[in-house]
């Protein structure tokens, strides 16, 4: 079984800044996708950016990127440039890309990051 | 809005009374999954659909919950004998099965469920 986890419940940034989200996780697998995912007060989950282990390239949306470390089960995001609709929690997601479990999300327990005027 | 849709939004029941929950997944989606989040944790997988067909329950999925997809279009979730442990938001999300390649869930504002 695969496992998720943020060990970090609350971050705090000022607007413009840049904050970083630590993500590790637990797998014997070799082929998978990570994922972030925001979900704002009240409001549904959407995707930010997603990455493919076989990809040694982290992947980057605009002000998002990770920086994905196989051998170390990490996947951390950065947000530059913070803004105020930034602030949400946001959940490190696991997906095992082979098999019948080709659906299955594995979440972490989330941090809530709050975007400071 | 061509989005996931869920209603109720909000449920409050007593304990011992049935609830059923609906999700309408984006139109063309063949796949439809339910997951449950409690306050300050991240969604847990509950069960997913292939069209019609359940394909894989968790064993968080009691006896006393049921999920049904008929047609292959929307689905319910069904709870009955709620338990105070139930209260929960019940989150849908749907994707598209294209063979070989990955297929982004998009998520639905899900509903919450309150047990008194």
């Known amino acids: 079984a695969q496992t998720v986890t943020q060990s970090q419940p609350e971050m705090s940034v000022q607007e413009a800044e840049t904050v970083t989200l630590s993500c590790t996780y637990d797998t014997s697998e070799n082929n998978y996708y990570l994922f972030w995912y925001k979900q704002p007060p009240s409001r549904q989950m959407i995707l930010v950016i997603r990455q493919e282990a076989y990809k040694q390239q982290n992947a980057t949306e605009n002000r998002f990127s990770v920086n994905f470390q196989k051998a170390a089960k990490s996947f951390s995001l950065k947000i530059s440039d913070s803004q105020l609709g930034d602030t949400a929690m946001y959940f490190c997601a696991f997906l095992y890309a082979g098999g019948t479990s080709y659906g299955k999300l594995t979440f972490g327990q989330g941090t809530i990051l709050t975007v400071h005027p | 809005d ?115």
């Open chain 2, 2 to 116: 061509t989005g996931v849709s869920q209603d109720p939004r909000h449920k409050i029941t007593k304990r011992g009374q049935n609830v059923t929950f609906r999700c309408d997944p984006i139109s063309e989606h063949n796949r439809l999954y339910w997951y449950r989040q409690t306050l300050g944790q991240g969604p847990e997988f509950l069960t997913y659909f292939q069209n019609e067909a359940q394909l894989e329950k968790s064993r968080l999925l009691s006896d006393r919950f049921s999920a049904e997809r008929p047609k292959g279009s929307f689905s319910t979730l069904e709870i009955q004998r709620t338990e105070q442990g139930d209260s929960a938001m019940y989150l849908c999300a749907s994707s598209v099965r294209l063979a070989g390649s990955y297929n982004e869930q998009f998520f639905g504002p899900g509903t919450r469920l309150t047990v008194l």
